[in-house]
């Protein structure tokens, strides 16, 4: 063997080493690993390049074409970003609304409705929802409006349902911490908790408001009731069970030691703000 031979052979060795040891499964990176097998070779140094970007160009584009079989649950193949068979995604929406809720009735099990995905994550269940159907929409809402609290939505095109599931399931918490009534929410319905989930050091200035309604008991289940109420005073006191006049009192002296009166407009906001900081802090 040549001396030509004997290098360009000890350059295919190392480069089967490399093979062996590379553990990524994307292209980028393969070129400085060519290149450091061909060491100081000029030659082997430019063949490596060549070589290296010819390769990384066939695999960028294997990839995009790779399609891995569907597990048996469509809704979790789509929301996970798995690539999926053309003769699949030919028979979807182009667009779903995405729903998720709390699994917290058996009545859940119950509802199929043909054109709707479903399937479960981490206890909550995610619909997928034609954007089309705007009456089915409207159908599903209502009927899940009697078994769980919050409904959370996000809507986008089939090809980027990962981020509608995620953006629900954020819109869930933050309707959640914040002791949000029960209803529909979008995330331009929870951009203030958002704001403040974001901000850790505005969040802790909040919450800091009513550390001494945190301390008491009464006055704590006073205040989350009212929330949860969306500050119906009347409504907070029959959930609570107790009188008008006492739900009267306790907000007052909720008003006393925060310096903001959950009965006035701007002292509701900034309590609510502070309920839902104290929850994220």
Request: aromatic share 4%; proline share 5%.
């Amino acid at each position: 063997m040549g001396e030509h031979e004997q290098r360009f052979a000890e350059f295919r060795a190392k480069v089967r080493a490399v093979g062996e040891q590379w553990a990524e499964n994307r292209p980028a990176g393969l070129t400085e690993l060519l290149c450091a097998a061909a060491a100081d070779d000029p030659e082997l140094l430019e063949l490596a390049r060549a070589g290296a970007q010819l390769l990384e160009d066939f695999l960028d584009g294997l990839s995009c074409t790779a399609v891995l079989p569907p597990s048996g649950d469509l809704a979790a193949d789509l929301i996970d970003g798995k690539a999926l068979p053309h003769h699949v995604v030919g028979r979807l929406a182009p667009v779903y609304v995405v729903l998720v809720c709390e699994q917290r009735d058996a009545r859940m099990q119950e509802l199929d409705v043909p054109g709707v995905l479903r399937t479960t994550r981490s206890g909550l269940v995610v619909l997928l929802v034609p954007n089309r159907d705007t009456e089915l929409l409207h159908e599903i809402t209502a009927r899940l409006a009697g078994t769980t609290r919050w409904i959370a939505t996000a809507r986008r095109p089939v090809a980027e349902l990962p981020d509608a599931y995620a953006e629900a399931a954020e819109v869930l918490r933050l309707v959640a911490a914040g002791c949000r009534p029960a209803g529909t929410y979008a995330l331009t319905d929870v951009l203030v908790e958002q704001a403040i989930a974001a901000n850790p050091s505005v969040a802790t200035r909040l919450a800091e408001i009513i550390r001494p309604v945190r301390e008491n008991q009464v006055l704590w289940e006073t205040l989350v009731a009212l929330v949860h109420a969306d500050f119906n005073r009347n409504q907070a006191a029959r959930d609570l069970f107790v009188h008008r006049s006492t739900m009267d009192y306790r907000l007052q002296r909720i008003a006393r030691i925060t310096g903001w009166d959950p009965a006035g407009g701007h002292g509701a906001q900034l309590l609510r703000a502070a309920l839902f900081a104290d929850a994220v802090a």
